[in-house]
């Protein structure tokens, strides 16, 4: 039975976006593009199922349905810009089955231009159709925030930035299926520059905020303090807290090569937010060292090794990072998190608590990377004999604070 909607990748950008249209009623197809990071639980796999959801199982299907979204997966490459590989894979298998008026959407990261110097003639070369004339194209940054409970793709308003204006039109009529609110861009470009704008404002002020915490270090000064104050400031401030690295899917664009200049700002924010996990390494080090121990035979106990709180997503976690360098150092590494059964580090499976209360009193040291709700702190910090707090999550004294 043909679908309404094709999500082409079915990953960190796709899944979320299957989920909404299928909760909103549209029948929904999905079609992977290779390994793709992002999972369902059972729970909502079966809510998808039963809401008409249904996994493609030939590509001949993506050439029956009225609106085909590309959500594929663009991770950093070896140059450090971001692969489109796997757009490029699923523009060639849509384009061998494109029909006329389909409407097309590219929801990837991508630098800005993508939209119409790399996608447009890979669809138009492999359709043999025109866009603009024979189908509509348009993009649309993806602005899926995994966890938060607050703003779902219901409430959250959609930019959208077509190719013509009546290809801008198409795609609002479809994605006003899903949204209260749809925001037209003035093309694909300003669509695509959103998206920049939107992750590389994430990574500076992380940035930021993670240098504060740094100097506030230094200085003697409670950083956790400042911020609780700093934000009661109605206007002119949004509150963002430090923390071991920045890990997620939203990778910052310096845009080097674009327009002839890179961003000066999102360069340096990199560079910032690359160091946090050696600074991490060398607090615990610090600490350890303060209380008589070496890091070399040290037990090292990581809890949360996910990129976020209360999900099992690991992309781009500092806890990797941290963990290497701590088993570089000589370190005995072990980890505690509910939704991570089993962790690999350096091709070596890292020990598992199954008791967190008896491995924190039995490691010399214990570092909070992920606040997990189902953290009791208040006890952890009475149990730990020395506890890191990379979170600011523990209560004033309780622990060491970054």
């Known amino acids: 039975m043909p679908a309404d909607l094709a ?33 369902l639980s059972p729970a909502e796999l079966r809510r998808m199922l039963s809401g008409g959801f249904r996994h493609a199982t030939s590509p001949a299907e993506l050439g029956r349905v009225r609106t085909a979204v590309i959500c594929a997966p663009t991770p950093r490459g070896a140059d450090g810009g971001l692969d489109l ?27 800005p231009g993508t939209t119409e110097d790399f996608l447009r003639p890979l669809l138009e070369e492999g359709s043999g159709l025109r866009a603009g004339r024979d189908f509509h194209l348009a993009y649309s940054p993806s602005r899926a925030d995994p966890g938060n409970r607050d703003f779902t793709p219901a409430n959250t308003p959609k930019v959208i ?8 039109e198409s795609a609002a009529a479809f994605y006003g299926r899903l949204t209260d609110k749809v925001v037209r861009a003035r093309g694909p470009r300003e669509a695509e520059t959103v998206q920049v704008l939107e992750t590389n404002f994430r990574h ?26 700093a934000e009661t ?58 209380h008589g121990k070496s890091a070399r035979g040290a037990r090292v106990l990581l809890l949360g090794v996910t990129y976020k709180a209360d999900l099992a997503d690991q992309q781009a976690t500092p806890a990797q990072e ?27 499976p890292v020990p598992r608590a199954d008791s967190l209360y008896e491995a924190a009193a039995d490691a010399d040291l214990t570092i909070l990377l992920q606040q997990h709700r189902t953290y009791d702190l208040q006890g952890l910090s009475v149990k730990a004999q020395l506890l890191l707090d990379t979170r600011g999550a523990t209560p004033t004294g309780a622990a060491h604070r970054l």
């Not at 002119?236 to 890990?247: K, L």
């Not at 963990?323 to 962790?343: K, Q």
């Open 85 to 111: 590989s796997q757009v490029e894979a699923a523009a060639r298998t849509l384009a061998a089955r494109l029909r006329p008026h389909t409407t097309v959407i590219l929801e990837s990261p991508v630098p």
């Open 233 to 290: 400031k109605p206007f002119g401030f949004q509150a963002f807290r430090p923390g071991p690295g920045v890990g997620g899917h939203a990778v910052p664009q310096d845009l080097t090569g674009q327009a002839g200049r890179t961003l000066r700002m999102v360069e340096l924010a990199q560079q910032v937010n690359s160091q946090m996990p050696r600074y991490v390494i060398q607090r615990a080090a610090a600490l350890l060292n303060e």
């Open 7 to 39: 999500v082409i990748g079915l990953g960190p950008y796709g899944l979320p976006l299957a989920q909404a249209a299928v909760a909103a009623g549209i029948s929904t197809l999905g079609y992977r593009t290779g390994p793709e990071p992002g999972s």
């Open 322 to 348: 941290i963990a290497t360098r701590l088993m570089e150092l000589g370190a005995s590494v072990s980890y505690h998190d509910p939704h991570i059964p089993s962790w690999n580090v350096l091709d070596r």
């Open 161 to 168: 930035g077509g190719l013509t204006p009546a290809c801008t």
């Open 204 to 229: 500076v002020n992380i940035a930021l905020v993670n240098e504060m915490a740094v100097l506030c270090h230094d200085l003697g000064v409670d950083l956790w303090d400042v911020i609780r104050c």
